[in-house]
């Protein structure tokens, strides 16, 4: 009996060794088998140190594939402390080169961490000063490489693009809205270390870093560089407080240039204050627009049939009386009689009153609704302003008037382009947008792209059409002649607003504007330019902000490659306006008779002889009077 017992307790004990024994060996089967990668990782983990390597941002394009926002390879200056022997002589040492305090430098080195990046002094080094560090070969100091943001047009699009932060992050502007797609993931350099820091034998792994998403946008940085040019002219010519100036394409909502003064330089952003960094003016200031907001109430008069433009007709007095209110026309004595085109050429208070008080505050306000004022456009631009507009049930007879002529609503620039964008093109209110397409870093393909957005049909393409046709002839026959570019068909819109401060209008301070585009028969390019408080001028719209668009103008007829176009209205000239006049054909003629015939230019003429072999401008040009015809000579 005991010797059965005993042998059976043997058995047991037999057996479970033998479990013990598979369990040990399947588990050590699982670790090598099964968990081998993950503690492997851990192990690594444990031996492991990373020098970071420093991404670089998305480049940004204009839609040409002009570079405006790139990257420079630095580098920065990084310390393992375990590593480090001598921490005196490291700290001097450094200190010299980077030209900081021996006991800020000490407590770098001596810091009881596993890296130590020395911020900020040690940051994106000049190849100078890197070279020096790099000299000294002390153990335990490394240079890694970073990334600096750089702006190769400095000043131009600050407050649109914004500007990176020390770490390369996004801290206003585009750079901020797109900040996680623009910013690209860290790599590193590893090896491997003991406990104490010491560096082992082991070989490095390089982990490559991933470049953010590149972006392209709908700026047209030739436009872009003459808007900038002519907005520094301005600024030096005439000392505004403050200016601004956005060219689109009326058609699809796409913005080809946007810029504002005062602006800022992205890579010194430091060195000024948060209201001249923060304020992308011509998406966050609001004002009072004057006469440009009369394209809103033309378009709602022609939609709603209360006007002919050719037909009808208004005396204009110089003021007009709506209930216990007089209100002025800004020429003194007023137009006299006038078709409504009359009206609109010489941008006549009263006659819009007239207009204003036909249409009625319901209908005048639903298109302004329409037309998308008081809200935002939604353009992908941060700090965009929403505007000001009249209550219905606060709006009388008197409200309704000074509105109808831009008086008493408060409008964003980019608001107002948008709307006059779709009285021009058809009577379609698109979305404005700045983005054309995010595109894949390494082959800048497309992965994302921003099209055409209709918010709304606004109007018809009849109404539009007679819209054109008015505002071409204020730029022909009107107020808008400064600019008038002959064969081109320019439409537009000048605007002069009061200022409003402490509830009172100033006296003295405007806001001078004027909104232009062509060719008037088939939009393709529009651009709005507004001045704050212009000094030491007559504060018009047209005198002041119509040249600039005109430049403006100019410059994107070649940048877009727009041609000629027939059928344009001849301008109305003043007694001191200089005149557009056909270059006469002079080839094959002597040289007395040829310069008999171009009395109205001057002349030049080089060669030997008598006979005019060439001539330039070329005949049937036509060129202001006073400019320079020359001519090539030979017997």
Same mark, same amino acid.
């Given at each position: 009996? *005991? ?68 990257? !420079? ?40 961490? $596993? ?5 900020? #002094? ?87 870093? +991933?470049?953010?998403?590149? %972006? ?12 900038? &040019?002519?907005? /520094? ?15 689109? /394409? ?7 240039? !946007? ?46 049939? @209360? =006007? ?5 007709? *208004? ?5 007009? &009386? ?15 009689? +006038? ?8 941008s006549c208070n009263p006659g819009f009153v007239n207009l204003g008080l036909k249409l009625g505050k319901e209908t005048l306000f639903d298109y302004i609704d329409k037309f ?54 058809g009577g379609y209110l698109n979305k404005p947008y700045i983005v054309k397409s995010l595109n894949e870093p390494e082959t800048n393909t497309v992965i994302q792209e921003n099209?055409?957005?209709?918010? &709304? ?9 007679? =819209? ?35 509830? &009172?209008? %100033? ?5 001078? $504007? *004027? ?5 008037? /028969? ?70 007395? #008779? ?8 001057? =002349? ?18 036509? @060129? ?12």
């Amino acid at each position: 009996m *005991f010797v059965r017992d005993y042998h059976k307790r043997i058995k047991i004990i037999l057996v479970v060794i033998i479990l013990l024994f598979v369990l040990i060996i399947g588990k050590i089967f699982y670790i090598q088998v099964f968990s081998y990668n993950k503690l492997n990782d851990y192990a690594n983990d444990l031996w492991s140190r990373n020098l970071p390597i420093e991404a670089n941002r998305g480049i940004i394009y204009d839609r040409n594939g002009v570079v405006i926002a790139d990257n !420079i390879t630095t580098t920065s200056l990084v310390l393992i402390p375990n590593q480090i022997d001598d921490k005196e002589k490291t700290a001097k040492e450094l200190a010299e080169v980077l030209n900081v305090s021996y006991d800020d430098m000490y407590a770098h080195v001596s810091k009881k961490t $596993s890296i130590e990046r020395v911020h900020p #002094e040690g940051r994106r080094l000049s190849y100078e000063v890197a070279d020096k560090i790099a000299s000294l070969n002390l153990p335990g100091v490394y240079l890694v490489k970073e990334s600096k943001r750089n702006y190769p047009f400095d000043t131009y699009l600050s407050h649109t693009l914004g500007f990176v932060g020390i770490d390369n992050q996004g801290l206003s502007g585009l750079e901020l809205m797109y900040d996680n797609l623009l910013t690209g993931e860290y790599g590193a350099i590893k090896y491997f270390s003991d406990a104490k820091g010491n560096r082992l034998s082991l070989n490095e792994v390089y982990e490559k870093p +991933q470049d953010g998403i590149n %972006m392209t946008l709908t700026i047209n940085m030739d436009i872009q560089v003459s808007l900038e &040019r002519e907005l /520094d002219n301005a600024m030096l010519k005439y000392n505004p407080d403050q200016a601004l100036g956005i060219v689109m /394409d009326p058609k699809t909502g796409e913005i080809l240039a !946007i810029s504002s003064r005062p602006n800022f330089s992205p890579s010194e952003y430091q060195n000024y204050t948060v209201e001249e960094i923060n304020r992308n003016l011509p998406v966050w200031m609001t004002y009072e627009p004057g006469s440009t907001f009369k394209i809103i109430t033309l378009a709602a008069s022609l939609e709603e049939k @209360i =006007v002919d433009l050719d037909n009808d007709h *208004f005396s204009d007095s110089g003021a007009i &009386r709506v209930d216990n209110a007089t209100l002025h026309c800004w020429k003194h004595g007023g137009h006299g009689e +006038q078709t409504y085109l009359q009206v609109v050429e010489n941008s006549c208070n009263p006659g819009f009153v007239n207009l204003g008080l036909k249409l009625g505050k319901e209908t005048l306000f639903d298109y302004i609704d329409k037309f998308g004022f008081g809200e935002k456009t939604g353009v992908d631009l941060n700090g965009e302003g929403t505007g000001i507009i009249f209550n219905l049930d606060k709006v009388g007879n008197v409200e309704l008037a000074t509105t109808a002529f831009g008086q008493g609503v408060s409008v964003t620039p980019i608001q107002q382009i948008t709307a006059v964008s779709a009285a021009i093109n058809g009577g379609y209110l698109n979305k404005p947008y700045i983005v054309k397409s995010l595109n894949e870093p390494e082959t800048n393909t497309v992965i994302q792209e921003n099209e055409r957005q209709i918010v &709304r049909k606004v109007i018809s393409e009849e109404t539009s059409e007679k =819209v054109r046709y008015a505002l071409e002839s204020v730029v022909s026959n009107g107020t808008g002649r400064p600019a008038y570019i002959d064969g081109y068909r320019v439409g537009g819109k000048t605007g002069t607003a009061q200022k409003v401060q402490n509830g &009172r209008y %100033m006296v003295g301070n405007y806001i001078v $504007s *004027f909104i232009g585009f062509l060719p008037a /028969d088939d939009p393709q390019v529009i651009v709005y330019i507004a001045l704050d408080n212009a000094k030491g001028v007559v504060q018009y719209g047209g005198t002041v902000a119509a040249p600039i668009a005109k430049t403006v103008l100019t410059d994107a007829i070649t940048a877009l490659g727009i041609e000629k176009r027939e059928g344009s209205t001849e301008k109305k000239y003043n007694y001191n306006d200089k005149k557009y006049i056909d270059v006469a054909n002079v080839v094959g003629m002597d040289k007395n #008779e040829a310069i008999k015939n171009l009395k109205s230019f001057k =002349v030049e003429y080089t060669g030997t002889g008598n006979k005019v072999i060439y001539q330039s401008p070329s005949a049937g040009e036509r @060129i202001l009077e006073g400019e320079t015809v020359r001519l090539l000579l030979e017997d």
